[in-house]
């Protein structure tokens, strides 16, 4: 599916240090440190176990806001590109792999927008897809596409008063888990027994295998896996606010750490991410630390679940800019009831969450048939066994799967919606509620989210036409044996 561009959607004006409402200064550091596959309630001070995250804790005590918030999918490319523009993942089609990772040329996103606010860009990507070759270099003044920590935190060390945006992103918590001894300490006696020294992606997937459900030694062991990468990305962390606390320029520093999607952990069968909107994959920690610059006061509650698509905004908003309507709003404002996610390309379905208050209502639309064979060649793919039947690999089921996605609405699909309703606990899980009623009202709500800003619902295929259709025309082949023209003269 080729990238809807949306020209001028996330445009910026410039304003002064922190927003209209405040006088032109000199700003500073603005540091945002993501992860990927942190979950919101592991984290010690958000309701986790006390001890397992101490910096994150730490730094939770001092931030200016600190809770949870929903991410705007349970799978990397979509939720960092979100990130990135504040736009949501129909709006910024960065939502599949391979060449529909891309983030389009035209949109803003956060280091073209401090760009714009004459800062300084430097960017740490650890991971695949959030590199040059995927459009996020543009407005970087660098990019380190290794993002060794040890880069990262010399650099915030050497961090000098001015205005600079700092980027750092690591891939953990998420697996590959690795089991390193020195912080099993961390984990309660009887979750440090008989762990292996690394759980590998395949481990996860073939643990969440719908035939077989995962044995509960086997789900304790990933669980206190999962918690001891847990452990380790909360050292990486530290470590990287330890190096800007050396800099001298904590004080004049806004910090912004957060997760881009969450993980699974047995919770219905399932082990890692990406393959549903579930709560566990989609509630995220979020902590916000303002600067002496900037000293606005937040509109939500600590308490109250917030989108993660308001990063791009708030960060934006901070440093001087006026966003355009089109991102969601910062936290500096009020922004309506509700938070979406989204997830494209599933087996045959598109799947989509509304989360209002402690309700949570999945929609699931169908465009294609679903694959019987799709898990098993899954497993052989990430496994590296080919299948006994060609018909049945991978990238044969895949493109069956994408000619549905691709002749199908998106939210409409081949027909009604499956609707389910939960209802999330006080720290962390989820239950089934049925209310025909309170399902319907939320449907209603979730189709006005998703539409915003989308003036008409098309198939992929169609908006992929739709937009060559504006494209120019390709220049010419030149002629053989020479440019453009004809032959060398």
């Known amino acids: 599916m080729a990238l809807a561009a949306l020209a ?6 410039a304003l002064g240090g922190c927003g209209s409402m405040r006088p032109p200064n000199r700003g500073g550091p603005v540091v945002l440190i993501t992860l990927e596959a942190l979950r919101a309630d592991v984290v010690s001070g958000l309701g986790g176990e006390p001890g397992l995250t101490p910096n994150l804790a730490a730094l939770i005590r001092q931030a200016d806001w600190a809770g949870r918030a929903v991410a705007p999918s349970s799978w990397g ?14 709006q910024h089609h960065a939502v599949l792999d391979g060449d529909d990772a891309h983030l389009a040329q035209d949109l803003v996103t956060l280091p073209k927008a401090f760009k714009a606010l004459g800062y ?9 897809w959030y590199t040059a070759a995927f459009g996020y270099d543009r407005g970087f003044d660098s990019l380190d596409e290794v993002g060794r920590n040890r880069d990262a935190a010399e650099h915030l060390a050497s961090l000098a008063e001015g205005k600079e945006l700092v980027w750092v992103h690591m891939p953990e918590p998420q697996a590959p888990y690795v089991r390193r001894d020195w912080l099993l300490p961390r984990l309660g006696r009887a979750d440090r027994a008989d762990l292996p020294q690394t759980v590998e992606p395949v481990d996860l997937l073939a643990a969440s295998n719908p035939e077989v459900p995962a044995s509960p030694a086997l789900r304790q062991r990933l669980g206190s896996m999962y918690r001891l990468n847990v452990a380790w990305a909360d050292e990486k962390v530290g470590r990287l606010l330890d190096a800007l606390r050396a800099s001298g320029q904590w004080e004049r520093a806004l910090v912004v750490v957060t997760s881009a999607f969450g993980e699974e952990l047995g919770e219905r069968g399932a082990y890692g991410h990406g393959g549903d909107l579930e709560r566990e994959s989609i509630e995220v920690p979020l902590i916000v630390k ?9 509109v939500p509650p600590a308490g109250q679940r917030i989108a993660l698509a308001r ?5 934006v908003e901070a440093a001087g800019g006026k966003p355009a309507p089109a991102p969601a709003p910062s936290l500096f404002r009020a922004a309506p009831a509700g938070v979406l996610s989204e997830l494209y390309l599933g087996n045959g379905v598109n799947l989509y969450s509304l989360v209002e208050g402690d309700d949570q209502l999945l929609w699931q639309a169908r465009f294609a048939p679903p694959e019987p064979r799709l898990y098993r060649a899954s497993l052989a793919a990430l496994a590296g066994t080919g299948g006994a039947n060609p018909r049945d690999s991978l990238g044969v089921i895949a493109a069956r799967l994408f000619d549905g996605f691709a002749g199908t609405p998106p939210l409409g699909g081949l ?25 319907a009202e939320l449907a209603r709500h979730l ?10 619902e098309l198939t992929p295929g169609a908006e992929d036409r739709e937009w060559l259709d504006q494209m120019p025309p390709p220049a010419p082949e030149p002629a053989e044996g020479g440019g453009p023209g004809g032959p060398p003269g």
């Open 8 to 13: 001028a959607l996330a445009a910026i004006i």
């Open 77 to 90: 490319v979509p939720a960092m590109a979100t990130l990135f523009t504040g736009l949501s993942p129909w």
């Open 120 to 128: 300084h860009t430097t960017g740490f990507a650890g991971g695949h």
């Open 290 to 298: 303002l600067p002496s610059w900037c000293r606005r006061p937040m």
């Open 311 to 315: 990063v791009w905004a708030t960060l």
């Open 415 to 439: 027909g009604p919606p499956a609707l389910a309703l939960a209802r999330w606990g006080a720290g962390s899980g989820s239950r089934p509620v049925a209310d025909p009623r309170r399902a």
């Open 447 to 456: 189709a006005a989210r998703w539409g915003d800003f989308i003036a008409e």
